[in-house]
């Protein structure tokens, strides 16, 4: 779990510096481009994570999940693009 947290700070760390590198002039206080699409990938490792015994949910729990994140994802982002487009 420790090797899981180093390597996702690394990454957060290069993704950062390599958008800061690329769009910011020297000196900026914020990192322009950053967005949360370059952060997706640090989910998978997240998964062994969840491997664990103190973490035990019915098979039903699961399946909810595994419905009600998405869903909660898509209308969140339809909200988002109506207001930032069309409000």
């Given amino acids: 779990k420790l090797l899981l947290a180093a390597i996702s700070i690394a990454y957060w760390a290069a993704v950062s510096a390599a958008l800061y590198a690329y769009y910011n002039p020297v000196g900026a206080?914020?990192?322009n481009g950053?967005?949360?699409r370059y952060f997706f990938p640090l989910g998978f490792l997240a998964i062994?994570?969840?491997n664990s015994n103190w973490l035990k949910c019915s098979e039903r729990a699961y399946?909810?999940?595994a419905i009600l994140v998405p869903l909660?994802?898509?209308v969140t982002s339809v909200i988002t693009?109506?207001?930032r487009y069309y409000v």
Avoid: D, E, R
């Fill in 48 to 50: 062994p994570l969840f």
């Fill in 72 to 74: 909660f994802v898509l």
């Fill in 34 to 36: 950053l967005q949360g």
């Fill in 29 to 31: 206080n914020v990192i």
């Fill in 63 to 65: 399946k909810n999940i």
């Fill in 81 to 83: 693009i109506a207001f």
